[in-house]
């Protein structure tokens, strides 16, 4: 059965360093996601993408995010100059119509 | 601000129970709602989609939908331990209904 796999698996690095998480959605999906979910909190909507452009993004995903999709496969969540409040669980998914996620990269930042 | 709103929890029932979970949401033009499953630790699982007012049924979970009162419900018939986890709610919202808001999830416990 097709998953959205997600690598790496945890990421630790330095407050201000640039981090770049990395997606494959499932071949025959359109729309892909990113979320992210701090410890013990709800998961959050960050950004959506469609036809490689951003369909939609919340108040989080401000000018330290942006998304790419460098080729076919890849989807990717980069952010720069990381700070310790962006230290949580990220979740990639794609859709058709219903989302599926993939196991997520957890984000450590010291 | 649209909203989710579950029990927290601990729902505990024992093994073979009914487990009913409930969610409310605050977006009146909602179109899909979704339940998944978290297992701690690990991602969010689909367990089920609706969009339409009813009950909708595959194997042992049953989801409700009462958009009037802005309701949806997953129950779960013979509970077993292996279905303890938190459950989550979540509802599509934005322009094209495609950003999932989810509650804070109703964390099951099923004692054997």
């Known amino acids: 059965e097709p998953e959205v796999t997600q690598t790496p698996s945890h990421q630790v690095t330095q407050m201000g360093q640039e981090v770049i998480l990395r997606c494959v959605p499932i071949s025959n999906h359109l729309y892909f996601y990113w979320y992210r979910q701090i410890l013990g909190q709800k998961v959050e909507f960050l950004v959506s993408?469609?036809?490689?452009?951003?369909?939609?993004k919340s108040e989080i995903f401000d000018d330290q995010f942006s998304v790419e999709r460098p080729d076919g496969s890849n989807f990717t969540l980069k952010i720069r100059s990381t700070k310790l409040e962006d230290s949580a669980m990220y979740f990639c998914a794609s859709s058709v119509d219903t989302q599926y996620f993939g196991p997520g990269t957890r984000l450590t930042v010291l | 601000q649209k909203e989710v709103e579950q029990n927290s929890g601990p729902l505990s029932v024992p093994e073979g129970a009914i487990a009913s979970l409930n969610c409310t949401y605050s977006?009146?033009?909602?179109?899909?709602f979704f339940w998944y499953r978290q297992y701690s630790g690990k991602s969010p699982e689909l367990i089920m989609s609706i969009y339409s007012n009813g009950d909708k049924e595959d194997g042992r979970f049953t989801a409700q939908l009462n958009k009037a009162s802005q309701y949806v419900s997953l129950l779960i018939r013979d509970s077993q331990p292996s279905d303890s986890a938190t459950y989550l709610c979540a509802v599509g919202s934005g322009k094209s209904f495609q950003k999932l808001v989810f509650g804070t999830g109703t964390r099951l416990l099923v004692s054997p």
């Open positions: 993408f469609y036809n490689n452009e951003i369909s939609e």
């Open positions: 977006d009146r033009g909602s179109q899909s």
